[in-house]
């Protein structure tokens, strides 16, 4: 777990450097802190998702995912999880647009830091077998992604570390059986679908488009679920 600890420590710095930041620069400024933050992730995620050698499984996933997301309101329970936390640890606001950048901020930050192949990669190996240095890179990455984006969005993104910790951290304990199950096949395709995922966040943030990214989350589960299940169906698709 010691490398989990890292990442949430890396997260939080990056975040204090940012917030710095954020009182003091012009909405000019901030515009364009906003758009660097969209562009590095369309980048982020379009390096990610040409890792998949599935793309069918992709589309049918992301579909799938998006469906049930929704109707769960995935994005829904998460912001209201933001509100919550920004009603309990951050300082009392009569600005409403304060509040949605506070919960924003959260949701981007936690959905950028945890759908990866790298997170579920690292925290594998921490796990199963205590190497801990793509965890380590992963949080030197965070950390600068955490100066931008909280730079942008505020303190809501520093509370991100709570998802990190939950799900990164619940990952490297359980290790030792989801590891072998998932293989390297899975991971591809986890990456797939999640650089898709950190487009959606970049293209939020460039005010391009209003996408609901959590809901998509499920699409996770489904691309796995494909992945395992290709012995049973190889041969009737065209993969």
Same mark, same amino acid.
């Given at each position: 777990?010691?490398? =989990?600890?890292?990442?949430?420590?890396?997260?939080?710095?990056?975040?204090?450097?940012?917030?710095?930041?954020?009182?003091?620069?012009?909405?000019?400024?901030?515009?364009?802190?906003? &758009?660097?933050?969209?562009?590095?992730?369309?980048?982020?995620?379009?390096?990610?998702?040409?890792?998949?050698?599935?793309?069918?499984? =992709?589309?049918?996933?992301?579909?799938?995912?998006? =469906?049930?997301?929704?109707?769960?309101?995935?994005?829904?329970?998460?912001?209201?999880?933001?509100?919550?936390?920004?009603?309990?640890?951050?300082?009392?606001?009569?600005?409403?647009?304060?509040?949605?950048?506070?919960?924003?901020?959260?949701?981007?930050?936690?959905?950028?830091?945890?759908?990866?192949?790298?997170?579920?990669?690292?925290?594998? %190996?921490?796990?199963?077998?205590?190497?801990?240095?793509?965890?380590?890179? %992963?949080?030197?990455?965070?950390?600068?992604?955490? &100066?931008?984006?909280?730079?942008?969005?505020?303190?809501?993104?520093?509370?991100?570390?709570?998802? &990190?910790?939950?799900?990164?951290?619940?990952?490297t304990l359980a290790a030792a059986w989801i590891g072998p199950a998932i293989g390297?096949a899975g991971l591809a395709e986890i990456s797939g679908l999640g650089g898709i995922?950190?487009?959606?966040?970049?293209?939020?943030?460039?005010?391009?488009?209003?996408?609901?990214?959590?809901?998509?989350?499920?699409?996770?589960?489904?691309?796995?679920?494909?992945?395992?299940?290709?012995?049973?169906?190889?041969?009737?698709?065209?993969?």
């Amino acid at each position: 777990m010691i490398a =989990v600890l890292v990442n949430g420590f890396t997260v939080i710095a990056g975040s204090l450097i940012g917030l710095l930041l954020y009182k003091k620069i012009r909405d000019d400024i901030k515009r364009v802190v906003y &758009i660097s933050s969209g562009m590095v992730s369309v980048v982020i995620g379009m390096q990610m998702a040409f890792e998949t050698k599935r793309i069918l499984y =992709v589309v049918i996933s992301l579909f799938l995912g998006g =469906v049930v997301g929704t109707l769960l309101d995935i994005e829904g329970w998460i912001l209201s999880f933001g509100h919550f936390l920004e009603k309990h640890f951050s300082k009392k606001s009569s600005d409403i647009e304060e509040e949605k950048t506070f919960a924003k901020g959260f949701l981007n930050a936690s959905v950028l830091f945890c759908v990866g192949a790298m997170t579920i990669l690292g925290a594998f %190996k921490a796990g199963a077998e205590h190497n801990y240095d793509l965890l380590l890179m %992963k949080s030197v990455m965070d950390g600068f992604m955490a &100066i931008m984006f909280s730079a942008a969005m505020g303190i809501g993104v520093m509370f991100s570390v709570i998802t &990190i910790l939950v799900y990164e951290g619940g990952l490297t304990l359980a290790a030792a059986w989801i590891g072998p199950a998932i293989g390297t096949a899975g991971l591809a395709e986890i990456s797939g679908l999640g650089g898709i995922l950190v487009i959606m966040i970049g293209l939020n943030l460039l005010k391009l488009k209003d996408i609901k990214t959590a809901n998509f989350l499920p699409g996770l589960i489904f691309v796995v679920l494909f992945t395992l299940a290709e012995p049973l169906f190889r041969g009737y698709l065209p993969l």
